[in-house]
């Protein structure tokens, strides 16, 4: 791939956030690498957020738009402001967690000062926005990565993926996985032809029944008119489909997560004993 | 601990995850939920030619500790490193989510989860990753009605997406031989550099993020010697605490604070961590 | 991964159900179950390639004497060594001679 291209996959979380809310300001006090835009979805008020690369992070592990401890603390900032400015409101605003984030943080600063509970207060930021009734859409148009996805949108009502090449969700990347696994990238990627679970290409992720939809779109570096209109829509009927329920029961399938219907059903009959 | 006290202790970082649970419940209380003989395997694992246990490495029971209902879920560490699969997290998940239907209807139950584990499953990746967002959605809810309680002792500690779990998690009771990280050291240093951080330099890697440590910056609440007796008392007084806000996800501002006042650019060595922490009680 | 099935005569079935070690590295899951009166039956799942020979050997021993109950063993391997294989079959057999309702693990 070329520089020109990297840079353009790279920026993928500010460009579609633009592009949904129009070019609106965005929300003032938040670090540049976590953009938040407050503009409708629809009829509805909602709070845009991306996580994006700052090549001026003072945290230097994190300058790639990765999910570090000033990104997770930050996220928890955006939510819960979100939250509280809600609370005495009987419709609560739509949380869009515009989602392109290679991974957590790999850093000595970062585990010294507690990576995973930022990643924490992120998650729990947005499980609870869901619990007070904020309807909350994970749009994943670029990379959904391990820990990085855990803090930003995996705790959405629903999830929509773009169907693309450079959409993908993971809990490791493949060159880690391989050395991990003892195996060779291409052995990654074979066992991926089988094993649905581990593979990384968004076609096969949607086999797990998780995603609410996948969107094909003209041109998901540089989006046109008309992709941003079809993904609109879908946010749109992802907020109907949501309705009043806060929970995430939907992405619970017998077609994609068979087993883990069947554990829940078991589990289930000998509750009470 | 003198010498006749650490022969008559007994350790619980040695023990496997069912007798662990056996011990931290009252006698005769115990009775586990989907155990080896329902064969509730990984299927993914199964694919792969990889040998499976039976119930896939994690142990569901309810019971009592000293007469409060509770459900334990451990995670038995010696198998595939007490990585999370599609049937272990979903194990989890369920009896998470079961407990949050009984607390809704009025009878709840207290959960306590030991936690063992490197993280997710590569071999079952998206799998053990969609089932450990489901264990966060359903600590985040449970906590509103009960406490959920996390141990973490060793071998293995606590690392990837359970890290989150354990960070949502009311209480954590560790011991000094515990880890409790987001990511291991072997990756970190593949990630960035072994000036970043050298994975064979264990003093380091318990001086950051083992169990005193995560105690002297308020990472986890409670640190007990490896002693089965401590460790049950400390997880019997845990169950009866009243459920409510968790200061260390909450505590937003502060935690931003800090990021603001540290030299990131700085290596930080433990005491200096440590420094960063006494300064802002 | 290699599967290998044995069985043996036996007598009465066994009294209840045992469980015994983990799919640690270097070790082996045992589950027991009685068995068909008058028959035990070995099923065995190891990692470990090429050792057909010496499970049949050390199994073979353990069940030498056809009057002890008749129990369904599962075995699930991780590379044990003959020794720590004798001992996991030896504790659920323990345990289902004792006919408590306790595992073990």
Not at chain 1, 216 to 224: F, I, K, L, Q
Not at chain 2, 4 to 30: C, I, P, Y
Request: glycine share 10%; aromatic share 4%; charged share 25%.
């Amino acid at each position: 791939m070329t520089d020109a291209a990297q840079t353009a996959r790279r920026a993928r979380g500010a460009t579609w956030l633009a592009a949904l809310t129009d070019e609106r300001a965005r929300v003032e006090g938040y670090p540049a690498s976590v953009q938040v835009v407050d503009a409708a979805l629809g009829e509805r008020a909602a709070r845009y957020i991306a996580v994006v690369a700052d090549a001026d992070n003072r945290f230097v592990r994190a300058r790639g738009g990765e999910v570090g401890l000033l990104e997770g603390w930050t996220l928890a900032r955006a939510v819960t402001d979100a939250i509280a400015a809600d609370a005495k409101r009987a419709d609560k605003r739509a949380i869009v967690a515009v989602i392109d984030v290679p991974s957590q943080a790999y850093g000595r600063t970062e585990e010294a000062f507690g990576i995973h509970q930022a990643l924490a207060a992120a998650a729990e930021s947005y499980a609870s926005a869901r619990e007070a009734g904020h309807p909350v859409i994970g749009l994943i148009v670029g990379k959904a990565m391990s820990g990085a996805f855990l803090a930003h949108g995996y705790q959405a009502n629903r999830l929509i993926a773009l169907d693309d090449a450079g959409v993908q969700v993971h809990a490791m990347g493949k060159q880690a996985a391989a050395r991990i696994t003892q195996r060779s990238v291409e052995g990654v990627e074979k066992l991926a032809e089988t094993i649905t679970p581990m593979a990384y290409d968004i076609a096969s992720f949607a086999k797990l029944g998780l995603l609410f939809a996948r969107l094909g779109v003209d041109d998901a570096d540089a989006p046109t008119a008309d992709d941003i209109e079809s993904v609109r829509a879908c946010l749109s009927q992802a907020l109907a489909d949501i309705g009043d329920s806060r929970d995430l029961s939907s992405r619970l399938n017998a077609d994609g997560r068979s087993a883990s219907v069947t554990v829940r059903e078991r589990l289930r009959a000998q509750w009470t004993g | 601990m003198d010498s006749a006290q650490l022969l008559e202790r007994e350790s619980f970082v040695e023990k496997g995850a069912r007798e662990r649970v056996r011990r931290l419940l009252d006698a005769n209380s115990m009775r586990e939920l989907l155990d080896p003989f329902e064969r509730l395997r990984s299927p993914w694992l199964a694919m792969q030619d990889i040998v499976t246990q039976a119930d896939d490495g994690v142990v569901i029971a309810r019971g009592t500790i000293d007469g409060v209902s509770v459900v334990i879920a451990a995670i038995e560490p010696a198998f595939q490193g007490g990585s999370m699969g599609e049937v272990g997290g979903a194990k989890i998940a369920g009896a998470l989510e079961l407990a949050l239907e009984d607390a809704r209807t009025g009878t709840p139950v207290v959960p306590v989860l030991l936690l063992e584990t490197g993280g997710v499953r590569l071999q079952e990746a998206n799998c053990g990753l969609a089932a450990i967002a489901e264990i966060h959605a359903a600590i985040v809810a449970l906590r509103d009605y009960v406490p959920v309680i996390g141990v973490i002792t060793g071998p293995v500690g606590c690392f990837g997406g359970m890290s989150i779990a354990a960070g949502l998690c009311s209480q954590l009771i560790v011991t000094r031989e515990a880890r409790l990280g987001l990511n291991g050291p072997q990756v970190i240093e593949q990630e960035a550099g072994v000036d970043e951080f050298d994975s064979r330099d264990r003093p380091l890697i318990w001086g950051l993020t083992g169990g005193e440590q995560r105690e002297a910056t308020g990472f986890v609440e409670t640190r007990c010697d490896d002693d089965s007796a401590a460790l049950a008392a400390a997880v019997a007084e845990a169950v009866k605490a009243p459920p409510g806000p968790l200061a260390r996800t909450q505590s937003i501002d502060r935690s931003l604070g800090r990021l603001a006042a540290i030299d990131p650019s700085k290596r930080m060595e433990p005491a200096d961590v440590r420094d960063v922490f006494a300064a802002q009680r | 991964m290699q599967t290998l099935s044995l069985d043996y005569p036996a007598g009465a079935p066994a009294a209840c159900r045992a469980l015994a070690g983990v799919v640690g590295s270097g070790d082996l899951e045992v589950l027991l179950e009685p068995g068909e009166a008058g028959r035990s039956t070995v099923a065995i799942n190891t990692s470990v390639d090429g050792v057909n020979e010496i499970w049949t050997a050390v199994i073979d021993r353990i069940f030498a004497d056809d009057s002890q109950p008749a129990v369904a063993l599962e075995i699930n391997d991780f590379g044990a060594t003959p020794a720590v294989v004798r001992l996991r079959i030896a504790q659920a057999l323990e345990i289902a001679h004792t006919a408590g309702a306790r595992t073990d693990g």
